[in-house]
C-alpha cells in the first residue's frame, strides 16, 4: 500500500546509518524521572505507570534519556516478542536503565517514521538473526550494541518517510480521541452511579429524575430476589464461567482460552440467562467480591461457592445489575464480613447473612428509569470499544502494508 506520487525502489539502510548511539549518563541527576515502557503509552514515568519507583536508588548510573530520543529495551515477552523500541514523547528527560539501548535519528529519517516503523513488526526478522531462541538469558535477549546497530531496514525517501508518518499519526490521533471519549464517558457513568443512588441513611439520591419525589425504601434482598441452587447434575451445560470486570460473567474459554474448573460439572450450579451470581473472592477491584447477571449466554456451569439467585417482582432486574456495578451495596458486605474473618482470598459471608442484606430500592417505575437511562451510557461505551477496535485493526493493517 503506497501514496501513488512515489514510485522509487525503498533502499536498505543499517541502523547505525540513519541513529547515533546515545550513552548519556545522568550524573548530576539533571532527571529524577525514571522510565519504563507501556505497550499502551510508550515510555513512561515509573511513578506514573506503577504509582512507585521500581529503580536503583542510584538513578547518576542511569543513561539521561531526553524528549524524542529513542531507546531499546532487550525485554522481551508476549506483547514483545523481541523487545520494544519507543521514543520518549511525555516528558522533557527520564532516566534509564543501562540495559536499554539508546539512540537519537539523524538527517537521513524522519523521527516520526522511525516510531511508526518500530510500532510494526517488520524489523523482527533483524533482531531474530542476532538473537536466537537458546540465547535468551533471565529475560532478556542477548543482543550486543553493535549487532544492533548493524541491522537492516528498509527506508524510503524522506517526502515519503514524512507522507507516511503524517498519515498514521492521523489515525493515532483518532485513536487518542476515541479512548479519551471513552474515558470521560467512564467517568460520566461512575459519576451517575456515585449521585443515582441514596448515600449514607439518605432516603433519597442527589440526582434523582424530576416526576419521582417519593423516598427509597430499604429492602432485605431476600424480599427482592429468590435464591437458586439448582445443579447442573444432568450436564445440561458445559460452559463453565468465570467474572470479568468488562465482561461479567464470561465462559472460562472465552475469557482464558481454557477451563480451569473442576473436571466434574455436574456438581456446579446451572445458571441461567438473566439469573446472578455473587462471588465472594475478593481482589482491588471488587473488595467485597463481585455480583453479575448473566448476559453473554443462554445458561452456563458456576462453583458452589458462589451465591446464586433470581429476582422477584419487585425489582426491575436491568436495575440491580447497574446498582451492583455501583459500590452501594458494599457498606452491608463490610457488616458481615469484616477483615479478619477473611479465608483464602474468600469473604466468609454465610448464605443467610447474605440475604438479610439491606438495600435502598425506589419505585418499580424508578427503577426502570434509571436502567433505562444507565444502560444508555453503557451501549455508548460500547459503541465507543467497537470502534476503538475497528481503527486499531484498521492502524494493524496499515503497519503491515505500509512498510516492507
Not at 140 to 168: A, C, R
Request: aromatic letters at 14%; glycine letters at 4%.
Amino acid at each position: 500500500m503506497r501514496f501513488e506520487e512515489f514510485t522509487d525502489e525503498w533502499e536498505i539502510k543499517s541502523l547505525k546509518s540513519i541513529t547515533d548511539r546515545l550513552t548519556r549518563k545522568n550524573k548530576n541527576l539533571e532527571t529524577n524521572n525514571p522510565l519504563t515502557i507501556s505497550a499502551q503509552q510508550g515510555l513512561i514515568s515509573q511513578t506514573d505507570f506503577f504509582n512507585k519507583v521500581i529503580a536503583s536508588d542510584n538513578l547518576k548510573d542511569y543513561y539521561l534519556l531526553k524528549k524524542g530520543e529513542f531507546a531499546y529495551n532487550k525485554s522481551y515477552s508476549n506483547e514483545y516478542p523481541y523487545g520494544a523500541i519507543k521514543r520518549l514523547d511525555l516528558y522533557n528527560e527520564g532516566a534509564i536503565s543501562t540495559l536499554y539501548i539508546c539512540f537519537t535519528v539523524n538527517d537521513y529519517v524522519d523521527s516520526d517514521f522511525l516510531t511508526i516503523y518500530f510500532e510494526s513488526d517488520k524489523w523482527y526478522k533483524e533482531i531474530y538473526k542476532i538473537a536466537v531462541e537458546g540465547a535468551r538469558n533471565h529475560g532478556l535477549l542477548n543482543i550486543g550494541v553493535n549487532d544492533f546497530f548493524n541491522t537492516k531496514h528498509n527506508i524510503p525517501s524522506l517526502d515519503e518517510q514524512k507522507k507516511i508518518s503524517s498519515f498514521l499519526m492521523a489515525v493515532d490521533k483518532k485513536l487518542k480521541l476515541l479512548n479519551d471519549k471513552k474515558t470521560n464517558f467512564l467517568k460520566f457513568k461512575k459519576y451517575l452511579l456515585q449521585n443515582m443512588f441514596p448515600q449514607n441513611d439518605e432516603k433519597t439520591p442527589k440526582l434523582r429524575f424530576e416526576e419521582f419525589t417519593e423516598e427509597w425504601e430499604i429492602k432485605s434482598l431476600k424480599s427482592i430476589t429468590d435464591r437458586l441452587t439448582r445443579k447442573n447434575k444432568n450436564l445440561e451445560t458445559n460452559n463453565p464461567l468465570t467474572i470479568s470486570a468488562q465482561q461479567g460473567l464470561i465462559s472460562q474459554t472465552d475469557f482464558f482460552n481454557k477451563v480451569i474448573a473442576s473436571d466434574n460439572l455436574k456438581d456446579y450450579y446451572l445458571l441461567k440467562k438473566g439469573e446472578f451470581a455473587y462471588n465472594k473472592s475478593y481482589s482491588n477491584e471488587y473488595p467485597y467480591g463481585a455480583i453479575k447477571r448473566l448476559d453473554l449466554y443462554n445458561e452456563g456451569a458456576i462453583s458452589t461457592l458462589y451465591i446464586c439467585f433470581t429476582v422477584n417482582d419487585y425489582v426491575d432486574s436491568d436495575f440491580l445489575t447497574i446498582y451492583f456495578e455501583s459500590d452501594k451495596w458494599y457498606k452491608e458486605i463490610y457488616k458481615i464480613a469484616v477483615e479478619g474473618a477473611r479465608n483464602h482470598g474468600l469473604l466468609n459471608i454465610g448464605v443467610n447473612d447474605f440475604f438479610n442484606t439491606k438495600h435502598n430500592i425506589p419505585s418499580l417505575d424508578e427503577q426502570k428509569k434509571i436502567s433505562s437511562f444507565l444502560m444508555a451510557v453503557d451501549k455508548k461505551i460500547d459503541l465507543l470499544d467497537q470502534e476503538i477496535e475497528y481503527v486499531e485493526e484498521y492502524k494493524k493493517g496499515l503497519l503491515q502494508k505500509m512498510f516492507i
